[in-house]
């Protein structure tokens, strides 16, 4: 099935700007130890210390949710932690670690707030552990502090090296592990696979995007960032540098070669049935038009970077990754929810389960701009590609674009211009639209 490239030609600077103002490893079957040298974080059971946050009461009356607290030596802090223990805990279970978007979990805009995580996870036997922190951060760890943010930004330290082995010691956890990210986040699972080979059994990226230092992609990132009162540069260093360029997940593509099991999504960006009033998941306050709008053009923008790096890992000869190309959809939690149900099949086979379904198809399926149509609505917004460097290896597409290697489909053959942002973390559209009416 294949949907016309144009019902978002239409958009313009007016959008964009509308965008930011609301806005070699071990086998999977095998798992691997988590890291145990260096500082690693004090984990503890109970409420954390302060202000009792949002979510306290989605835990207090349940026996399976609870709540822990960890102290990060790298950023010198506490960090909140959701816990749900599996099903059954007669034996040790592997552990899905999900982040949140650019809201970090401090706001309204977060898995438990706006979707239905808690009941999805009830008959899985599965640890689930989120972080309720870390807003407007890409959970990486940044060359610079910001005091906006809480001072100094480790996650990545205190997400791969601090906190595994002592949470998973503490909760009698198995040696497997998955992460899941969504918006945001979903640029960071898809670095922590490239910077962490072998250490997730399984990986999942919903509506994310793998490219982040140059075009619409950089862009993006700016975006997200600059609501949070930060700049790309603080947190990974000058364009170009090489602290940038390992954090471009489209660039450094070949290494996810190492991680077993990935899912990848995306929509369209056209309408679809979480879309609708009616439909599974509301539009409630932040009304349907600002949904279909602002959540479609980044959801547009994430599908075109999605199609970029499944033609460079299509090129690579990769053949881990489930791709999830959805024929509509906008950036808007309805379809994350849906999400968790079509990557379960890709986590359950990491962590050894039965599926219960089949493999998601890895068909490129519609992308939802033409390069021209991404083209133009850059050049209206911003006049050109704020960053047209050529990457080591590569050159720079006609569009101001491309990664010069085989970037796109068959239907969409030019260069990236993928949307991870998370403009809609607080924004109308997405990420925060309110907890939805079911």
């Not at 349940?62 to 932690?81: G, I, K, N, W």
């Not at 540098?241 to 954090?247: K, L």
């Not at 932040?286 to 994430?302: C, P, S």
């Not at 489909?409 to 607080?426: F, I, V």
């Amino acid at each position: 099935m294949t949907h016309s490239a144009r019902p978002l030609a239409c958009l313009t600077a007016a959008c964009l700007l509308a965008v930011a103002a609301v806005t070699t490893a071990p086998a999977a079957s095998a798992g691997t130890a988590a890291p145990t040298g260096g500082a690693t974080a004090t984990v503890i059971k109970g409420t954390p210390p302060g202000p009792v946050l949002s979510w306290h009461r989605t835990v207090a009356d349940d026996d399976r949710l609870e709540e822990y607290y960890a102290f990060s030596p790298s950023m010198r802090r506490q960090v909140p932690l959701f816990v749900m223990k599996p099903k059954n805990n007669s034996v040790p279970r592997p552990i899905v670690y999900v982040l949140n978007g650019g809201d970090g979990g401090e706001g309204v805009a977060n898995w438990l707030a706006q979707s239905d995580l808690i009941d999805f996870y009830r008959d899985k036997n599965v640890w689930v552990v989120m972080p309720m922190s870390g807003q407007f951060s890409y959970y990486t760890d940044w060359v610079e502090p910001n005091e906006s943010l809480g001072g100094v930004q480790m996650w990545e330290t205190f997400l791969t090296t601090e906190l595994p082995a002592p949470m998973e010691q503490q909760l009698g956890a198995s040696s497997r592990r998955g992460i899941i990210g969504m918006s945001m986040s979903a640029t960071t699972t898809l670095l922590y696979a490239e910077h962490h080979p072998g250490f997730y059994d399984a990986v999942g990226s919903f509506s994310g995007c793998a490219e982040t230092s140059r075009g619409f992609p950089y862009e993006y990132v700016r975006l997200v960032l600059e609501r949070g009162n930060a700049t790309p540069e603080q947190m990974w260093g000058p364009v170009g540098g090489e602290r940038f360029n390992h954090n471009d997940g489209l660039l450094n593509a070949a290494r996810l070669k190492e991680t077993k099991h990935l899912y990848i999504s995306s929509g369209t960006g056209l309408m679809g049935p979480h879309d609708i009033r009616w439909g599974t998941h509301k539009t409630g306050s932040m009304g349907l038009l600002n949904k279909v709008i602002t959540g479609g053009l980044i959801e547009a923008g994430v599908n075109k970077c999605t199609h970029d790096l499944k033609a460079r890992t299509d090129q690579l000869g990769m053949t881990n990754i489930d791709y999830n190309f959805r024929p509509t959809g906008t950036h808007s939690w309805g379809y994350w929810q849906q999400d968790l149900v079509d990557s379960w099949p890709t986590f359950a086979r990491a962590f050894g389960m039965d599926p219960q379904s089949p493999r998601t198809s890895s068909e490129s399926g519609p992308a939802a701009v033409t390069a021209e149509t991404v083209d133009s609505i850059w050049k209206a917004a911003a006049g050109a590609d704020p960053h047209p460097v050529a990457r080591p290896g590569t050159t720079t597409a006609a569009t101001g674009t491309g990664t010069g290697t085989e970037t796109g489909t068959d239907s969409d053959p030019a260069g990236g211009t993928g949307a991870q942002t998370d403009t809609d973390a607080e924004t109308g559209a997405g990420e925060d639209s309110g907890r939805e009416n079911r």
